[in-house]
């Protein structure tokens, strides 16, 4: 039993020739790994940064952490709280708020226009229409984005009703993004998801009543129960919707999650999910399916219906934008310098009360570990352009990976003709187990999370 991928941290396991799943986190999110982030002189940097002027040419974004659900899925490993009462979730909100307002206040923030906005979970449909007015209305008291060309918000179909999805198309939101994750009720229940199907159908038809500009629809290939029969009924019903987006993750088993402390409990090694091959093989399928429709690849996890559909906060993100994170747990990236906030609760809502910034720790980055997150990220869509990082970083990308480039050459997974570099379709559905070998060596074996 060994690891399929040399020098990888990543959850993927031989077991008689099958790539198991196994706890861990496959999905790169960022670099460097979370783990090597930390609290050394953290608040200084980040006051350091706030306190420089940004570069104009620099896009700004914000995300907005709502980590309340109605359950807490078992695969699920973000900062998420149940069973909150309306008193815990005002207090969160305002903490928020005022959290936005204290940055407001500095020169690397103070008047920039947000591109794009981000509310992410947790479940931020899980508010009420008059919280949700009193969150958008507070934020933007402080730093409106009435220029921003994206407004994303995450939500739970179980959670949405007409009025609330009127409320959100008021607010300003251009996409919505419905976390289906599977059609199948026994599924869903097999996983803890608190939504069941025929929600999702109510939801969708609700919001396309709303004339939201963009819906997507959130797929994850492989939960816990999943069938060959059914994900191929997921596939169809997804073309039935005929959503403007689709993104599809293949099912992991990171840390602090349900499946792990099950898993951990048992004894077991290999989590009760399907394996790698089948993972990639359905989501091949699916992209497949919809590109008979017209769809066309964004990225490794998106397939988008026409070139009008766009990520901006993805985009962004993997570009080097600057963004603030907002609420408990949530990330930021200014000026190259990482730093998240206080990952409880109560200690974060404290701070933010006691007049104090909530970050609890954070990495400021080289050149390099720069150019590093930029490339991997960029690789994510399938094909990149070296000049960007030759204008950007003064770096040939061509020369500074070469020897992954040609190891993953070898192997067919991507190819490099001239100035571009492109993923094969085989490629893109494993990309994320590529990624390790562009680290630094100081940070290949290290736990992403």
Not at 114 to 131: A, E
Request: some cysteine; aromatic content about 10%; proline content about 5%.
């Amino acid at each position: 039993m060994t690891t399929s991928e040399p020098n990888s941290n990543q959850p993927i396991l031989q077991v008689g020739g099958r790539e198991e799943t196994t706890v861990g986190n496959y999905f790169v999110a960022n670099y460097p790994p979370f783990s090597v982030w930390n609290e050394d002189r953290i608040h200084d940097l980040v006051r350091n940064r706030l306190d420089e002027v940004p570069d104009p040419g620099v896009p700004f974004g914000l995300y907005v952490h709502v980590p309340f659900c109605r359950r807490r899925c078992d695969f699920c490993y973000f900062r998420v709280y149940t069973g909150r009462d309306a008193k815990d979730v005002t207090r969160y909100l305002d903490a928020v708020i005022a959290e936005l307002a204290r940055y407001a206040r500095h020169p690397r923030i103070q008047g920039r226009k947000p591109r794009f906005v981000y509310f992410g979970g947790g479940t931020p449909s899980f508010l009420s229409v008059d919280q949700l007015r009193y969150l958008f209305t507070g934020l933007q008291q402080h730093l409106p984005w009435d220029e921003a060309q994206e407004v994303t918000f995450e939500c739970e179909p179980g959670t949405l009703d007409d009025e609330k999805i009127r409320t959100l198309s008021e607010l300003g939101v251009t996409r919505l993004s419905l976390g289906v994750e599977n059609f199948n009720p026994e599924i869903l229940e097999l996983n803890n998801r608190a939504h069941r199907a025929k929600e999702i159908g109510l939801a969708y038809e609700s919001a396309r009543a709303a004339s939201f500009p963009q819906i997507n629809i959130d797929l994850i290939a492989g939960m816990v129960g999943e069938t060959e029969e059914n994900w191929q009924d997921c596939i169809s019903k997804t073309r039935a919707l005929a959503p403007e987006a689709v993104t599809i993750y293949q099912m992991e088993a990171p840390y602090n999650t349900t499946v792990f402390r099950n898993m951990k409990d048992g004894g077991e090694e290999v989590a009760p999910v399907a394996d790698w091959k089948t993972k990639r093989r359905w989501v091949d399928q699916a992209f497949a399916a919809l590109q008979e429709d017209g769809y066309r690849i964004g990225s490794a996890y998106t397939a988008v219906k026409s070139d009008d559909v766009s990520f901006l906060y993805r985009d962004g993100l993997w570009h080097g934008a600057d963004m603030l994170g907002l609420g408990v747990a949530s990330f930021s990236h200014l000026g190259g310098l990482h730093f998240q906030n206080e990952h409880d609760l109560e200690p974060y809502a404290d701070r933010v009360e006691a007049g104090a910034l909530p970050v609890h720790r954070g990495l400021s980055m080289s050149d390099d570990e720069k150019l590093i997150r930029e490339f991997i990220l960029q690789l994510k869509l399938g094909t990149v352009g070296t000049r960007y990082f030759q204008d950007k970083f003064g770096v040939d990308v061509r020369t500074r990976f070469e020897a992954g480039l040609r190891q993953h050459a070898d192997h067919g997974w991507l190819s490099v003709d001239g100035e571009t570099i492109t993923l094969s379709r085989a490629g893109l559905l494993r990309v994320d187990t590529l990624l390790p070998s562009f680290f630094l060596d100081a940070h290949r074996d290290k736990r992403y999370a």
